[in-house]
Every structure is written in structure tokens, then in C-alpha cells.
């Protein structure tokens, strides 16, 4: 029980394939408390019937893109749990118009747009969540990819946000550090996710990686879920500002 009577809220749970949704059972399954946020009615079944399964869960709806609804949710964390020992931070979004063809054509709107969603956000979370940290050796921990650190056909945009977000990852780090707080990224191999749908080509890359990773096998939710667990528990207490890749070793090929 790795994260018994710890607290942690996850930020966007979609459906049952999503990430964010595998760290917190996972979590949830070790012990830990979970509070879950939604990003709009579109998702909210879903994300009910999901904390159905889980111990006396927290589930709130956070657009956050709005400060106002991530100060609230923060508010009801403290008034429901005290304080925090961790968060999640698995949001991510750009135009479907930014992935397809070249990253040449994104929009000023568009990349405006991937950078607030998916980037700031954890900045913003990270502001409010530190209060309720502080003296409890905290983890925050956001969810990347490869496509940060070099051209993912097709990923575009959000190769472009990924890599703003490692660089998040690193100076939150250096500030929080100080408080005791750690900040980690995981970047996960490609995972059929309601995020990957969007994706054009996205079967492609599932192959190619399963060739040429040196496991040469993709990865699934639980592995994922898994190295989340390490970093979000006691385990990972010296590990702060890393990017951890779990995608079979694809990141170390020069193809």
C-alpha cells in the first residue's frame, strides 16, 4: 500500500482508456484518496460512473482554462481532504485543424490555445496546489510525450506543447523544491487513448514503435500507471524535475 492514507486529485479523467484514469485506480488501489476532475458535461458521465469504483472519491468539473474554476476546485479539495499529496496532471488539447498536415499552417488561435490547455494549466494547478503540500513531501506530476523532443509526424502543435511542459516541469521543480514539493513528467509510448483518436496515422506510429523500440512491444495503461505510482509515492522521494519515458526504450533509437 504504497500511498496509504495519502490524498491526490487527477486532472482529466475521460474515459476508462484514458492515462489520467489508470494512475488513479492504480493510486486508488494503494491506498490513496482520489478526487477527480472533468473538463465539461461531455465527459462528466463518465467520470461519475468511473469514481463509482473508487473509495469516497471527490469528483469536480474543472475547465482549466479558468482560474476561477481551478481556485474552487482547490477549495473543496482542502474542505473535503485537509491537504495533498499529489496531482496529476493529465490535460492536453489542440485543434484538430493544428495536427493535420503541416505545423507551418497553425493558427495564431490554435497554438494560443494548446499552449493554455496544455502547458499553463499545470503551472496554475501547481500555484494553487502548494499550499496544500507544504510539510507533506508533495508530488505533481504531468504526463508528456517524445513528440517534445523531436518531430512527430503529425503531432505538430502539441510536439510544440510538450516540449514548453518539460521545460515547466524543470523550473517548477527548481521553485517548489525548496517546499518540499516534487514535479516530475512521465512520457508515456503511444497509448490508444480518446487523445491518440485524434491523431491521423496514429496505427502508424503504433507500429513503428513496436519494430524498432528495443523491447519491441508497445505499452499499455498499467505499465503506465505503474511508473506513475513510483513517482507520485515515498519511492521516488529523491527524484524531482526528471522525464521519465516509459515506451520500451523507443526514445534512446536514433529512428
Given at each position: 500500500m504504497l500511498l496509504n492514507g495519502k490524498t491526490g486529485i487527477v486532472f482529466g479523467v475521460a474515459n476508462k482508456r484514458s492515462l489520467a484514469w489508470a494512475i488513479a485506480r492504480r493510486a486508488a488501489e494503494e491506498g490513496a484518496r482520489i478526487a477527480l476532475t472533468y473538463q465539461g458535461e461531455r465527459v462528466e458521465e463518465n467520470a461519475r460512473e468511473l469514481a463509482s469504483t473508487l473509495t469516497d472519491p471527490l469528483v469536480l468539473q474543472c475547465d482549466v482554462s479558468q482560474d476561477a474554476q481551478i481556485e474552487s476546485v482547490?477549495?473543496?479539495v482542502r474542505e473535503g481532504f485537509g491537504g495533498l499529496d499529489f496531482v496529476v496532471h493529465g490535460v492536453a488539447f489542440a485543434q484538430k485543424e493544428d495536427l493535420d498536415g503541416e505545423y507551418l499552417t497553425t493558427s495564431r488561435e490554435g497554438f494560443q490555445l494548446a499552449q493554455e490547455i496544455s502547458?499553463?494549466?499545470?503551472?496554475?494547478?501547481a500555484r494553487h496546489a502548494a499550499?496544500?503540500?507544504?510539510?507533506?513531501?508533495?508530488?505533481i506530476l504531468t504526463l508528456t510525450y517524445l513528440g517534445g523532443e523531436r518531430v512527430i509526424p503529425r503531432y505538430n502543435i502539441m510536439g510544440v506543447?510538450?516540449?514548453?511542459?518539460?521545460?515547466s516541469v524543470r523550473y517548477l521543480a527548481n521553485d517548489l523544491g525548496p517546499r518540499g514539493i516534487r514535479v516530475n513528467?512521465?512520457?508515456a509510448g503511444p497509448v490508444r487513448t480518446l487523445a491518440s483518436a485524434g491523431i491521423s496515422g496514429?496505427?502508424?506510429i503504433l507500429e513503428h514503435m513496436r519494430n524498432h523500440?528495443?523491447?519491441r512491444r508497445n505499452v499499455d495503461q498499467d505499465e503506465v500507471a505503474d511508473s506513475a505510482l513510483f513517482l507520485l509515492s515515498?519511492?521516488?522521494?529523491?527524484?524531482?524535475?526528471e522525464i521519465l519515458h516509459v515506451d520500451s526504450g523507443y526514445h534512446i533509437m536514433g529512428m
Amino acid at each position: 500500500m504504497l500511498l496509504n492514507g495519502k490524498t491526490g486529485i487527477v486532472f482529466g479523467v475521460a474515459n476508462k482508456r484514458s492515462l489520467a484514469w489508470a494512475i488513479a485506480r492504480r493510486a486508488a488501489e494503494e491506498g490513496a484518496r482520489i478526487a477527480l476532475t472533468y473538463q465539461g458535461e461531455r465527459v462528466e458521465e463518465n467520470a461519475r460512473e468511473l469514481a463509482s469504483t473508487l473509495t469516497d472519491p471527490l469528483v469536480l468539473q474543472c475547465d482549466v482554462s479558468q482560474d476561477a474554476q481551478i481556485e474552487s476546485v482547490f477549495a473543496q479539495v482542502r474542505e473535503g481532504f485537509g491537504g495533498l499529496d499529489f496531482v496529476v496532471h493529465g490535460v492536453a488539447f489542440a485543434q484538430k485543424e493544428d495536427l493535420d498536415g503541416e505545423y507551418l499552417t497553425t493558427s495564431r488561435e490554435g497554438f494560443q490555445l494548446a499552449q493554455e490547455i496544455s502547458v499553463y494549466s499545470l503551472t496554475a494547478i501547481a500555484r494553487h496546489a502548494a499550499p496544500l503540500m507544504e510539510g507533506r513531501k508533495g508530488s505533481i506530476l504531468t504526463l508528456t510525450y517524445l513528440g517534445g523532443e523531436r518531430v512527430i509526424p503529425r503531432y505538430n502543435i502539441m510536439g510544440v506543447a510538450k516540449a514548453a511542459l518539460d521545460m515547466s516541469v524543470r523550473y517548477l521543480a527548481n521553485d517548489l523544491g525548496p517546499r518540499g514539493i516534487r514535479v516530475n513528467g512521465l512520457s508515456a509510448g503511444p497509448v490508444r487513448t480518446l487523445a491518440s483518436a485524434g491523431i491521423s496515422g496514429f496505427t502508424i506510429i503504433l507500429e513503428h514503435m513496436r519494430n524498432h523500440a528495443p523491447l519491441r512491444r508497445n505499452v499499455d495503461q498499467d505499465e503506465v500507471a505503474d511508473s506513475a505510482l513510483f513517482l507520485l509515492s515515498d519511492m521516488s522521494r529523491g527524484v524531482t524535475g526528471e522525464i521519465l519515458h516509459v515506451d520500451s526504450g523507443y526514445h534512446i533509437m536514433g529512428m
